[in-house]
């Protein structure tokens, strides 16, 4: 197997066991935690679609030695990703503690059976 192959099964799998994860769970910090995991295998997916094989950086260079480089847009796509997700996990763990401050329980099972 070729690296990018690789660098694809192992996107593939991080994105299906964090959606395993966040579906079976009962625990909102297993299923935050699922998530992450999800966002992780995006994250790599994006990484390994500009990755071009023996490219360079792209940076500027003379055209004479010019060859072959990677693609500087889904970088700068992941790098906004990790941000945003940053962002989403802190917010999701917020609302978890509320929700353990307010019901005692951060077992989705239990705060579903509090309708009114």
């Given at each position: 197997m070729t690296v990018p192959q690789?660098?694809?099964?192992s996107a593939f799998?991080?994105?299906l066991i964090g959606l395993y994860s966040l579906l079976t769970q009962r625990?909102?910090?297993?299923?935050?935690i699922g998530l992450?995991?999800?966002d992780?295998?995006?994250?790599l997916f994006l990484v390994t679609i500009g990755f071009v094989d023996k490219g360079s950086a792209p940076i500027f260079r003379a055209q004479a030695a010019a060859g072959p480089m990677v693609d500087p847009v889904p970088q700068a796509l992941v790098l906004t990703s990790i941000v945003i997700?940053?962002?989403?996990?802190a917010l999701?763990?917020?609302l978890?503690?509320?929700l353990f401050v307010s019901h005692g329980s951060i077992d989705t099972a239990r705060i579903r059976g509090l309708k009114w």
């Open positions: 690789i660098l694809y099964v799998l991080l994105i625990n909102m910090i297993r299923m935050i992450n995991i999800a992780l295998g995006v994250n997700g940053f962002g989403v996990t999701a763990l917020t978890v503690m509320r």
